[in-house]
């Protein structure tokens, strides 16, 4: 039995300084499956009752682009609407903003709504 034990090739090279790298392109890793977070969904919003239904994709946590088109001649409509769409909101902790004159969009918690417009000059 030996008490000296020669040293490997392996080692040698380790400790004179020249590694090999390893080429990460030669293997292959599991891809995670993300599920996602939110949806961007369009609604078109014609009564009052039709927040009820658009109330569930809200709390579920999708983004939403309400078309209230239909209805945005008559001004008191829309205001109950959106006052109603801003409850919904407030109670999830989520954004609303104004595209246009009868467009909302309404996003989910930890997404925020930039009111600033880019513009290209």
């Known amino acids: 039995m030996a008490i000296l034990k020669r040293k490997s090739q392996k080692?040698?090279?380790?400790?004179?300084?020249?590694r090999k790298f390893i080429d990460l392109n030669d293997y292959r890793f599991q891809e995670e499956k993300e599920e996602p977070r939110s949806t961007i969904r369009v609604a078109e919003i014609g009564r009052?009752?039709?927040?009820?239904?658009?109330s569930s994709y809200i709390y579920d946590g999708d983004i939403l682009?309400?078309?209230?088109?239909s209805i945005s001649s008559e001004e008191y409509m829309m205001r109950r609407i959106t006052e109603e769409i801003k409850r919904v909101v407030k109670?999830?902790?989520?954004?609303?903003?104004?595209?246009?004159?009868?467009?909302?969009?309404?996003?989910?918690?930890?997404?925020?709504?930039?009111?600033?417009?880019i513009k290209s000059y």
């Open 48 to 54: 009052l009752e039709d927040i009820r239904k658009v």
């Open 65 to 69: 682009i309400l078309d209230c088109s």
């Open 91 to 117: 109670d999830i902790n989520g954004d609303v903003a104004g595209i246009s004159k009868s467009y909302l969009i309404v996003s989910p918690p930890g997404t925020v709504i930039d009111r600033n417009r």
């Open 11 to 18: 080692e040698d090279e380790d400790r004179s300084g020249s």
